[in-house]
């Protein structure tokens, strides 16, 4: 088991496992079915995206470098949690952007879905973490891999 400590931007308990990307994750690209189509659930769209494109995102605990894309990523999380096609958790390896904090928050408080949100990770934290992994997310933004 590898352990490592961000800060709990959504703080939360959860276990479950992995879906990673290397690369950024362009929220309105991966989502863009969800919200043009009622896609349900949330299917990766974003061909730019190998690592996800595809896969299901909704429930999912999503371990990403950063959001990129477009300025509406915040619009977007906010917006797929009203349609209930939210992803569990969103763990960052890096400091996460005010775009993708604002969409977390926003769902929080105007939908009531708790997106459980660390950030500050750690490259080592992508490094360690695989798809299907098994992930401990504990209240004080301490992230588990391996358990």
Do not use: Y
């Not at 939360?12 to 929220?27: D, I, R, Y």
């Amino acid at each position: 088991m590898k352990e490592f400590h961000g800060r709990a931007v959504i703080p939360g308990e959860l276990k479950g496992s992995a879906l990673v990307s290397h690369t950024g994750f362009n929220v309105l690209a991966s989502f863009w079915k969800s919200l043009t189509e009622g896609q349900n659930p949330s299917i990766c769209v974003d061909q730019n995206n190998s690592e996800f494109f595809g896969k299901q995102l909704t429930g999912e605990i999503l371990c990403i470098p950063q959001v990129v894309g477009s300025t509406t990523a915040g619009m977007i999380i906010q917006s797929v949690a009203a349609l209930g096609t939210e992803p569990k958790a969103m763990l960052f390896s890096h400091t996460a952007e005010s775009l993708a904090i604002s969409g977390v928050l926003l769902a929080d408080i105007w939908e009531n879905k708790k997106i459980i949100t660390v950030d500050g990770l750690g490259d080592q934290f992508l490094e360690a973490v695989s798809n299907g992994d098994k992930v401990e997310i504990c209240l004080d933004g301490t992230v588990r891999v391996g358990i």
